[in-house]
Protein backbone atom coordinates (compact mmCIF):
# COMPACT_ATOMS: atom_id res chain seq x y z
CA UNK A 1 0.00 0.00 0.00
CA UNK A 2 0.98 3.25 -0.90
CA UNK A 3 1.87 5.41 2.49
CA UNK A 4 3.06 9.00 2.39
CA UNK A 5 4.16 10.58 5.38
CA UNK A 6 5.12 14.79 5.97
CA UNK A 7 6.89 16.68 8.02
CA UNK A 8 6.63 18.61 9.36
CA UNK A 9 2.67 18.99 10.63
CA UNK A 10 2.73 22.28 11.96
CA UNK A 11 5.29 25.22 10.58
CA UNK A 12 5.82 28.39 12.25
CA UNK A 13 8.25 30.82 10.57
CA UNK A 14 9.29 33.86 10.84
CA UNK A 15 9.62 36.48 7.92
CA UNK A 16 12.89 35.86 6.00
CA UNK A 17 13.64 32.86 6.88
CA UNK A 18 14.09 29.44 5.49
CA UNK A 19 12.83 25.96 5.67
CA UNK A 20 11.80 23.09 4.06
CA UNK A 21 9.03 20.65 4.24
CA UNK A 22 9.79 17.10 3.59
CA UNK A 23 7.73 14.08 1.70
CA UNK A 24 8.62 10.42 1.98
CA UNK A 25 6.77 7.85 0.27
CA UNK A 26 6.57 4.19 0.41
CA UNK A 27 6.70 2.84 -3.04
CA UNK A 28 7.42 3.15 -6.65
CA UNK A 29 5.92 6.07 -7.87
CA UNK A 30 5.51 7.83 -11.19
CA UNK A 31 5.01 11.86 -10.31
CA UNK A 32 4.85 13.22 -7.12
CA UNK A 33 2.71 16.73 -6.69
CA UNK A 34 2.94 19.90 -4.27
CA UNK A 35 -0.48 21.47 -3.77
CA UNK A 36 -1.26 24.90 -1.52
CA UNK A 37 -5.14 24.94 0.12
CA UNK A 38 -5.55 28.03 2.37
CA UNK A 39 -8.69 27.63 4.57
CA UNK A 40 -11.57 26.81 3.12
CA UNK A 41 -10.44 26.70 -0.52
CA UNK A 42 -10.02 23.77 -2.30
CA UNK A 43 -6.11 23.15 -3.64
CA UNK A 44 -3.94 24.85 -5.90
CA UNK A 45 -1.14 23.21 -7.69
CA UNK A 46 2.47 24.34 -6.89
CA UNK A 47 4.27 21.71 -8.73
CA UNK A 48 4.32 18.76 -10.14
CA UNK A 49 7.56 16.22 -10.45
CA UNK A 50 8.31 13.52 -12.68
CA UNK A 51 11.40 12.15 -12.76
CA UNK A 52 14.37 11.21 -10.62
CA UNK A 53 16.77 14.56 -9.85
CA UNK A 54 13.56 17.41 -10.77
CA UNK A 55 13.62 20.52 -9.41
CA UNK A 56 11.02 22.95 -10.32
CA UNK A 57 10.75 26.64 -8.89
CA UNK A 58 8.28 29.55 -8.33
CA UNK A 59 9.17 32.66 -6.64
CA UNK A 60 10.30 31.38 -2.90
CA UNK A 61 9.33 27.64 -3.34
CA UNK A 62 11.42 25.03 -4.50
CA UNK A 63 10.50 21.67 -5.03
CA UNK A 64 13.03 18.63 -5.75
CA UNK A 65 12.48 14.80 -6.28
CA UNK A 66 14.52 12.05 -5.19
CA UNK A 67 13.03 9.11 -6.69
CA UNK A 68 15.50 6.62 -5.16
CA UNK A 69 15.10 7.66 -2.03
CA UNK A 70 11.70 8.03 -2.35
CA UNK A 71 12.30 11.76 -1.14
CA UNK A 72 10.48 15.00 -2.23
CA UNK A 73 11.13 18.62 -0.60
CA UNK A 74 9.57 21.71 -0.84
CA UNK A 75 11.81 24.12 0.10
CA UNK A 76 10.64 27.86 1.37
CA UNK A 77 13.02 30.78 0.97
CA UNK A 78 12.95 34.09 2.84
CA UNK A 79 9.47 33.17 3.88
CA UNK A 80 6.45 36.21 3.72
CA UNK A 81 2.96 36.49 5.64
CA UNK A 82 1.33 35.53 2.29
CA UNK A 83 2.87 32.06 2.17
CA UNK A 84 1.25 31.12 4.95
CA UNK A 85 -0.98 27.92 4.23
CA UNK A 86 -1.16 24.38 3.99
CA UNK A 87 0.67 22.51 1.81
CA UNK A 88 0.16 18.90 0.59
CA UNK A 89 2.40 16.46 -1.21
CA UNK A 90 0.92 13.72 -3.36
CA UNK A 91 1.90 11.03 -4.71
CA UNK A 92 0.16 9.31 -8.01
CA UNK A 93 1.26 6.24 -9.93
CA UNK A 94 -0.70 4.15 -12.39
CA UNK A 95 -2.43 4.45 -15.66
CA UNK A 96 -5.89 6.11 -13.86
CA UNK A 97 -3.55 8.77 -11.34
CA UNK A 98 -4.06 6.81 -8.24
CA UNK A 99 -3.57 9.67 -5.97
CA UNK A 100 -2.23 9.55 -2.08
CA UNK A 101 -1.79 12.59 -0.07
CA UNK A 102 0.29 13.56 2.63
CA UNK A 103 -0.89 14.81 5.89
CA UNK A 104 -0.19 18.23 4.85
CA UNK A 105 2.44 20.70 6.80
CA UNK A 106 0.21 23.76 8.16
CA UNK A 107 2.87 27.05 7.79
CA UNK A 108 2.58 29.96 9.28
CA UNK A 109 4.71 33.07 8.76
CA UNK A 110 4.91 35.59 11.28
CA UNK A 111 6.11 39.48 11.02
CA UNK B 1 -7.88 25.53 -19.34
CA UNK B 2 -8.86 22.42 -17.39
CA UNK B 3 -11.46 24.00 -14.74
CA UNK B 4 -13.50 21.99 -12.59
CA UNK B 5 -16.49 23.68 -10.82
CA UNK B 6 -18.33 22.21 -8.21
CA UNK B 7 -22.15 22.83 -7.14
CA UNK B 8 -23.14 23.55 -4.32
CA UNK B 9 -20.12 25.34 -2.89
CA UNK B 10 -22.02 24.92 0.75
CA UNK B 11 -24.87 22.60 1.97
CA UNK B 12 -26.58 22.61 4.62
CA UNK B 13 -29.56 19.39 5.52
CA UNK B 14 -31.47 18.06 8.10
CA UNK B 15 -30.12 14.26 9.23
CA UNK B 16 -31.96 11.56 7.44
CA UNK B 17 -32.14 13.61 4.11
CA UNK B 18 -30.02 13.08 0.69
CA UNK B 19 -27.88 15.61 -0.88
CA UNK B 20 -26.75 15.42 -4.49
CA UNK B 21 -22.90 17.55 -5.20
CA UNK B 22 -22.35 18.05 -8.69
CA UNK B 23 -18.68 17.85 -10.25
CA UNK B 24 -18.22 19.08 -13.83
CA UNK B 25 -15.77 19.82 -16.47
CA UNK B 26 -16.14 22.98 -18.06
CA UNK B 27 -13.34 22.82 -20.74
CA UNK B 28 -12.53 19.17 -21.42
CA UNK B 29 -14.04 15.82 -20.85
CA UNK B 30 -12.82 14.06 -18.16
CA UNK B 31 -12.47 10.16 -18.76
CA UNK B 32 -11.46 9.55 -14.84
CA UNK B 33 -13.49 11.88 -11.69
CA UNK B 34 -12.67 11.59 -8.06
CA UNK B 35 -13.75 12.19 -5.34
CA UNK B 36 -11.86 12.92 -2.15
CA UNK B 37 -13.62 13.52 1.50
CA UNK B 38 -11.18 16.44 4.12
CA UNK B 39 -12.27 16.88 7.79
CA UNK B 40 -11.07 19.55 9.19
CA UNK B 41 -7.41 20.64 9.40
CA UNK B 42 -7.15 16.85 7.95
CA UNK B 43 -5.86 15.72 4.86
CA UNK B 44 -7.45 14.64 1.51
CA UNK B 45 -9.10 10.94 1.85
CA UNK B 46 -9.60 9.45 -1.48
CA UNK B 47 -13.27 7.90 -1.43
CA UNK B 48 -14.05 6.37 -5.13
CA UNK B 49 -12.72 7.04 -8.39
CA UNK B 50 -14.90 6.60 -11.55
CA UNK B 51 -14.61 6.41 -15.23
CA UNK B 52 -17.20 7.74 -17.30
CA UNK B 53 -19.85 5.36 -18.27
CA UNK B 54 -18.19 2.56 -15.44
CA UNK B 55 -18.93 1.91 -11.88
CA UNK B 56 -17.32 3.92 -9.55
CA UNK B 57 -14.92 2.05 -7.58
CA UNK B 58 -14.56 2.84 -3.88
CA UNK B 59 -11.46 2.54 -1.40
CA UNK B 60 -11.73 0.60 1.06
CA UNK B 61 -13.91 1.61 3.96
CA UNK B 62 -16.39 3.97 2.18
CA UNK B 63 -19.88 2.60 1.77
CA UNK B 64 -20.64 2.29 -1.80
CA UNK B 65 -24.66 2.00 -1.00
CA UNK B 66 -24.46 5.90 1.31
CA UNK B 67 -22.21 7.80 -0.87
CA UNK B 68 -23.75 6.91 -4.70
CA UNK B 69 -21.33 8.24 -7.37
CA UNK B 70 -22.64 8.46 -11.23
CA UNK B 71 -20.13 9.55 -13.92
CA UNK B 72 -23.08 9.66 -16.47
CA UNK B 73 -21.16 11.61 -18.90
CA UNK B 74 -17.67 12.79 -19.77
CA UNK B 75 -18.23 16.73 -18.13
CA UNK B 76 -20.68 15.64 -15.52
CA UNK B 77 -20.19 13.16 -12.37
CA UNK B 78 -22.47 13.32 -9.07
CA UNK B 79 -21.79 12.09 -5.31
CA UNK B 80 -25.14 11.31 -3.60
CA UNK B 81 -24.51 11.47 -0.13
CA UNK B 82 -27.96 9.43 1.10
CA UNK B 83 -29.53 9.26 4.61
CA UNK B 84 -26.87 11.86 5.57
CA UNK B 85 -25.78 12.17 9.19
CA UNK B 86 -24.06 14.53 11.13
CA UNK B 87 -21.04 12.58 10.73
CA UNK B 88 -20.87 12.36 7.16
CA UNK B 89 -20.80 16.21 7.53
CA UNK B 90 -17.45 17.11 5.45
CA UNK B 91 -15.63 18.72 2.71
CA UNK B 92 -16.26 16.67 -0.10
CA UNK B 93 -13.63 17.71 -3.51
CA UNK B 94 -14.06 16.29 -6.89
CA UNK B 95 -11.13 16.14 -9.50
CA UNK B 96 -10.97 15.47 -12.90
CA UNK B 97 -8.58 13.89 -15.64
CA UNK B 98 -8.16 13.94 -19.19
CA UNK B 99 -6.32 10.86 -19.94
CA UNK B 100 -4.14 13.37 -22.04
CA UNK B 101 -0.93 14.42 -22.09
CA UNK B 102 2.55 13.43 -20.62
CA UNK B 103 0.31 12.43 -17.21
CA UNK B 104 -3.20 12.20 -16.04
CA UNK B 105 -3.19 15.10 -13.86
CA UNK B 106 -5.69 15.90 -11.56
CA UNK B 107 -7.66 19.37 -11.50
CA UNK B 108 -9.46 19.63 -8.55
CA UNK B 109 -12.78 21.48 -8.22
CA UNK B 110 -13.57 24.17 -5.58
CA UNK B 111 -15.00 21.40 -2.78
CA UNK B 112 -18.22 21.68 -1.15
CA UNK B 113 -18.88 22.30 2.70
CA UNK B 114 -21.91 19.86 3.99
CA UNK B 115 -22.91 20.47 6.83
CA UNK B 116 -25.70 17.90 8.51
CA UNK B 117 -28.08 18.89 11.29
Known amino acids: ELKVEQNPLFLSMQEGKNYTIYCNYS?????LYWYRQDPGKSLESLFVLLSNGAVKQEGRLMASLDTKARLSTLHITAAVHDLSATYFC???????????FGAGTRLTVKP | GAVVSQHPSRVICKSGTSVKIECRSL??????MFWYRQFPKKSLMLMATSNEGSKATYEQGVEKDKFLINHASLTLSTLTVTSAHPEDSSFYIC?????????????FGPGTRLTVL
Open chain 2, 27 to 32: DFQATT
Open chain 1, 27 to 31: TTSDR
Open chain 2, 95 to 107: SASYGGGTYNEQF
Open chain 1, 90 to 100: AVARGNNNDMR
